[in-house]
């Protein structure tokens, strides 16, 4: 069953925002055994749209739109719907209602033109939406299927995972690609390719990507057979040669993150967790967080973007700051040091480095990183260079750290 | 002079990579006055590139591709380009020793397999690539642009700006739409209708669209005519009308940044910051320090994720926290103070809230924060409820808590 995507919005043709969901809906779906064939997108205009979900109802059997479904004015795919389906509108009072106590719960009266948000296409399923006001509408007739989502991402991807998922995998049939993804840091991309490929020996039907992204190389591995369970056979070889050729570099798969395993990894030990940041100012810590149930591990840090910070707060001496500076060894280590015994940590992570576009000197250039860590057995930093644009340094260097700390506690050379 | 967009690689198609590149070029090449007709994704096939090439030849004047030019084996964009324009590859040693020298620089030595990204299709143009080894590839013929970029957001976007940009800019027409943002924050998408609805009256070709996101709910308006003067002219009038309307939430305009803005105030006014983070530990100091130069007002900050924290480096008290909790008026206040006396700044931020899944009650629901402010005049905390995810609580937190600082200095009710 062929899925079409098809995305509204003139901000998506001007670029003024990024269509982050036809990937998350291609992947949801691409898991499910889904096959994404077509991804379109169309301006606000009711006649492209028009147009647009006429040609994927004939070419599709799956067709996900999401965008346009907003109280506005600007907000046109309702009225593209009544006129591709024929039907009207019509008004759902337990919708409004349901809005009407999410926003008293929040203290705050409900603005008369949410209304507009509980007229619904007759004849039309609805998918409760948990985090804004637009349902999610859905229309079957003639073996197909027509979908409609907010386009708020995180709405959409609430309403795609708890509801349309759960309602298309009624109508699936067996996946024939087998997807595995086996994540890597700590190494470049052509590198990697250097140890992978003299021993390589891909099977028909098999394929194997580099994917650089700020935490490392993903190495995805797809394999399309007629069956899933040939599929995941033929994958599995290609896995099994990856871990034997770059297993240290690899710290988890799919969909783990480098700092969910930091987290499994303290948790299991309990272990605890502090940092100090420079140049990266907060982004290691927020990191480091964004995994649920964190405050099991993370203590918290000091941000010591001044130096006046580092010396008052995490005890750097001020004759290591005059003679090596902050962009020292020394002063990665004395950070690590300083904020392991302020917060009693078993561990602490510091970051200070150059992260421009000002600051950089020929001895010292942009990108020059030291990455420092503290436990009760070592205190040390490592030099690194992030490259030369300041966004990609401070997010290099965050997950370095995290990559530091993960073959310290698994001892990996 | 119309533009087609082709971005490659199967994992848009599986969704695995979220197609940031087409809204940048899209963005940029709108800006520079080309119209984006077409946005194709087409997976890592030869023949599926070299179909999709030959279409966008055929009916767009300029085509800009992105992905595939990688050094290693799944990278076909450069085979396909040869097959195409039926030309063959070239070896160019000035390209190979610009990579040895850079790699040598980070005290790295250069993989071989990088040689690949010396190729490059006979009577090609090539545009550098600062940060990457795969340069970008013009080919210029029978009237027709076509451009081959690397799929790494980073280094297309600094070939993209510094190169492709000015390269077209010289084939350039006059743009015939105008597009202003009025940036805005601290209210609600239907809040926002509600205020500007009433007396707004939108001229034949202009049009007003809501774009909501983490930082606020940005205004866009779009103005179609004749002449860009007339674009500008119409556009003008309808910014006019809402900065009159909903003046006190625009922070700024087009690519302005709450962050940059924030980082404006306080540096015109010799004013230093500093911040307390709990549930978002360190994500707002992350986006302060976004900003180039933002070390001439931030100093830093403490990360109190664990209430020890709280207590032993902000000061809170424990029975403060014992009896009020951690999210709590009384304890942002204290969070505030506590930072702005540890670091000596003029203002210093808090945030505590219950970021979730977990830590939720009937009295303080999951969403619920407090974001506090401390100055030489103020000391005072605010409550706010963002929402039910995790990721959304964080970012809307840090931006509301630049939010309230922006009003503070420029003294908005």
Known sequence: MNVEIITVGDELLLGYTVDTNSSYIARQLGAAGFTVRYKTSVGDSLDAMEEAFQLALKRSHIVIVTGGLGPTDDDLTKRAIVKVFKRNLIFHEEILEDLRIRFAKRGLEMPA??????????????????????????????????????????????????????????????????????RTTGIFESALAEKIKPGLRLEPGVRLAYLPGFSGVDLRVMASAADPEEGAQKAGKLVDYLERTVGKYIYGRDSETLEAI????????????????????????????????????????????????????????????????????????????????????????????????????????????????????????????????????????????????????????
């Open 113 to 182: 033109i949410n209304q507009n948000q509980a007229l619904l296409p007759q004849a039309a399923e609805f998918f409760p939406n948990k985090y804004g006001s637009a349902v999610g509408i859905c229309i079957a007739e003639h073996g197909r299927v027509f979908i409609s989502l907010p386009g708020v991402p995180l709405e959409m991807q609430q309403i795609l995972d708890d509801e349309v998922v759960p309602y298309l995998e009624r109508l699936k049939l067996n996946s024939s690609i087998h997807v595995a993804t086996l």
């Open 262 to 413: 930091i987290g499994q990894l303290l948790g299991d030990n309990d272990k605890t967790l502090g940092v100090a940041e420079s140049c990266t100012a907060g982004q290691l810590g927020m990191i480091i967080t964004s995994v649920p149930g964190s405050s099991r591990y993370f203590f918290g840090g000091v941000l010591a973007y001044a130096n006046d910070v580092k010396v008052n707060q995490l005890g750097v001496s001020p004759e290591l700051l005059n003679e090596q500076g902050a962009v020292s060894e020394e002063c990665a280590v004395a950070m690590a040091q300083g904020c392991r015994s302020l917060l009693g940590t078993d561990y602490a992570l510091s970051i200070t480095g150059i992260a421009g576009p000002e600051g950089g000197s020929n001895e010292k250039p942009v990108g020059t990183s030291y990455i420092g860590l503290a436990s009760a057995h070592a205190a040390r930093a490592r030099l690194f260079n992030f490259g030369t644009e300041r966004h990609a340094i401070r997010a290099r260097a965050s997950y370095a750290a995290l990559e530091m700390l993960r073959r310290e506690i698994l001892d990996i050379k």
